[in-house]
């Protein structure tokens, strides 16, 4: 029993740990502190801290032979830095987008949109659906229609040029 425990692996080698370590004691404080400065939130940056050292431990076997394992530190946690702002710059626009949204005006338009269309022939209403709103090529449009592509061209050229007399738009 005593040989399956000595056997079973246990992380890191002594050796790299203890350097790991060490470069973790004489690192520590400095990210910290930049991160500090950086994110000006000291929770966010004990998380950027720790998650950059648990990166760079994953790796140390490679890391530890760089030329500059600091700057490799350093680099991994800005890049979580980085990737932390554009998920919430993300997050924020989504809200804004959808904040910001006339779901009046959306419905509206629907609607007159579904009217023009309901005046439509049902092929050029086909012919439009399927190439302007889908962005189906005139030849996958017409197989799916059954019809050659240059009838789903004019016929979705029909339809364009009547959506415009009905929604009251000139000639484009």
Known sequence: MDNVLEDAPSGPSTDESESFEGFFEAERDGLFGAMCLITGNRSEAEDLTQEAFVAVWERWGRIRSLDDPTGY???TAMNGFRK???????AIRKAVR??????????ESRHVVRR???GL?????????????LGFTSEEAGHTLGIRPVTVR????????????????PNE
């Open 73 to 75: 530190l350093y680099r």
């Open 84 to 90: 932390r702002t554009r998920r919430a710059a993300l």
């Open 98 to 107: 959808l904040a910001s949204r006339d779901e009046f005006a959306a419905a």
């Open 116 to 118: 023009a269309l309901a």
């Open 121 to 133: 022939s049902p092929r050029q209403r086909a012919a439009l659906v399927l190439t302007e709103l």
């Open 154 to 169: 004019v016929l979705a050229s029909q339809g364009r040029a009547a959506l415009r007399s009905v929604m009251g738009r």
